[in-house]
């Protein structure tokens, strides 16, 4: 039997990565993880959602003190803010999470961390700081990098990605961000609400593409009610060094050209995996800008090479990254077979309000040509909503044919958290009824979950057939009092 330095090799330390390390090593494989930058932790916690969070809340405690006579409290002058003292915070908040990612703790729990750049001499063997190292199974698992489209100009005009953006000395004055995903979203909103003037350019005819367009263009009201500017439709002729400022050119549909002057550019248009390096073309690996070719188990041509995290090319999240992983520790080191399943994957864009999904929305249903209804509850019917002045926002339940919940979109305060109910109820298989049924404290925001389940249940128990039949059986003897088309009462 062929002899390996390790029983796993893993290549890059981030979400997926340290799961899979976590897992393997716990498990009593010998593990091996190997990191390129000079810490764990990856995109999340370095350049993504963690920096992204803590900015998205210092832009919101700011936007509550700027609109402090919202809450009846005495209007207080906001003086502009100092970014020093925010990228500080923010570098605070990653070096807390860091030491749960530190290398010092992957070897406690039995992992081998090595730092360095590997890459594949044959399929078992890896070269990392001129040194061969051999796994009977490898995992490819470095992530994934801002794509920079072809724009005339842009690669010689300096721009900013995700990795330049919680650096900053002082707050840009103003902001033209390439792309209207789901980062261009968040930071959108958070670096107007910190005083930056913003604007969005979008090629299609919608923000946030991914999600239904009425929960999508409420996204974008809100953001643009709050000063964002927008150009949707609009193709990027070009970017420019325009003096001590650059300029954005654009064609809008209705043929019209602008120029947007910025100072600084934000190129958020898609990810693309970091594929480059690793010599997998010489080991027969196919892979594209997108990421891996894999199987169902995550395995590639070569079934001890797993992929998992964003080079997969399908749910860039970091839920998914370790989902992922644990799918690679199922199959590679407890041999049991375990596909991915996607059905119910959430996620959620955290501008404010959050717009949260998971299973079938509209858009998903009519392209899957599955029959689906809707049913809607808005948070102007929810009374934590109005007490927090959190108004705006509803979500969306969509049943298919048999009235089973296939998917829930939430747009309001809290969605993503909100979801973690129906992330149980649609794995859980739990019925409607069930939920109705459930006492949620009173009051919450969670109670709006209750309510559509209820609101479907309501059609079932209220129904002129079931009136009937209680009349019949009990005499039940109708309506005390209407009120007639004018108003009045009888
Ligand atoms: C601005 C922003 C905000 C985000 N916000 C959220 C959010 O709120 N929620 C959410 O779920 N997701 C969010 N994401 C996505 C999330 O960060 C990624 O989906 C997640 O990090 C993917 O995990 P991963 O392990 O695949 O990659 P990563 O976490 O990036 O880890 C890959 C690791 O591999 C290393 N590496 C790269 N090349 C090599 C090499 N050749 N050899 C060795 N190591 C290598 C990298 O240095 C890195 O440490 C956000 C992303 C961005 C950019």
Aim: one cysteine or more.
């Amino acid at each position: 039997m062929a002899s390996y330095d390790y029983d796993v090799g893993i290549l890059g330390g981030g979400a997926a990565g340290l799961t899979v390390a976590s897992g393997a090593a716990r498990l009593g494989a010998k593990t091996l993880l190997v990191e390129k930058e000079k810490n764990l932790g990856g995109d999340c916690l370095h350049y993504g959602c963690v920096p992204s969070k803590t900015l998205i809340q210092t832009a919101h405690v700011y936007h509550l003190i700027k609109n402090a006579a919202k809450f009846g409290l005495p209007a207080v002058p906001a003086p502009p803010v100092d970014f020093r003292a925010i990228t500080a915070r923010i570098r605070s908040v990653i070096a807390l999470i860091q030491k749960h990612d530190s290398a010092e703790r992957f070897c406690s729990l039995g992992a081998k961390v090595e730092f360095g750049e590997p890459a594949f001499e044959d399929e078992r063997t890896v070269r990392l700081k001129g040194r061969r190292v051999s796994a009977k199974n490898w995992v490819i698992a470095t992530g994934s990098s801002a794509a920079i489209p072809p724009v005339p100009g842009l690669r010689e005009t300096s721009f900013l990605t995700n990795r330049d953006l919680y650096s900053f000395e002082k707050l840009p004055e103003s902001i033209v961000i390439l792309g209207a995903g789901p980062i261009a979203a968040e930071m959108a909103q958070t670096f107007c609400r910190l005083g930056a003037r913003v604007a969005v350019v979008q090629r299609g005819g919608q923000i946030l593409s991914n999600e239904d367009k009425d929960m999508a263009d409420r996204v974008m009201e809100i953001l643009a009610r709050e000063g964002v500017d927008f150009y949707l439709n609009a193709a990027i002729l070009g970017v420019r060094n325009a003096g001590s400022r650059k300029e954005v050119e654009i064609k809008r549909d209705d043929g019209r050209v602008a120029i947007l002057p910025a100072e600084t550019i934000l190129v958020a248009m898609g990810r693309e995996a970091n594929l480059q390096g690793l010599n997998l073309g010489g080991i027969g690996i196919p892979f594209d800008a997108k990421g891996l070719n894999l199987d169902s188990r995550l395995r590639t041509v070569h079934k001890h090479i797993y992929g998992a995290g964003d080079v997969t090319g399908s749910f860039q999240f970091t839920h998914a990254a370790g989902y992922e992983g644990s799918i690679v520790v199922s199959n590679a080191i407890f041999h049991l077979p375990r596909k991915t399943d996607y059905a119910f994957m959430p996620w959620c864009t955290y501008t404010h309000p959050e717009l949260a999904s998971i299973g079938m929305n509209e858009k998903r249903a009519q392209a899957a040509g599955i029959p689906y209804s809707v049913w809607i509850e808005e948070f102007k019917d929810n009374d934590r909503s109005l007490a927090e002045g959190e108004e705006v926002g509803r979500i969306k339940m969509v049943l298919d044919e048999k009235e089973k919940p296939i998917g829930i979109q939430i747009l309001g305060p809290r969605a993503g958290d909100l979801l973690g109910e129906w992330a149980a109820v649609l794995n859980g298989g739990i019925k409607l009824s069930t939920l109705a049924a459930a006492v949620h404290p009173y009051p919450t925001l969670g109670e709006i979950n209750k309510k559509v389940a209820g609101a479907w249940l309501s059609e079932k128990i209220f129904s002129e057939k079931i009136k009937k039949g209680l009349r019949f059986f009990f005499q039940l003897k109708g309506r005390a009092c209407g009120i007639d088309e004018g108003g009045r009462k009888g």
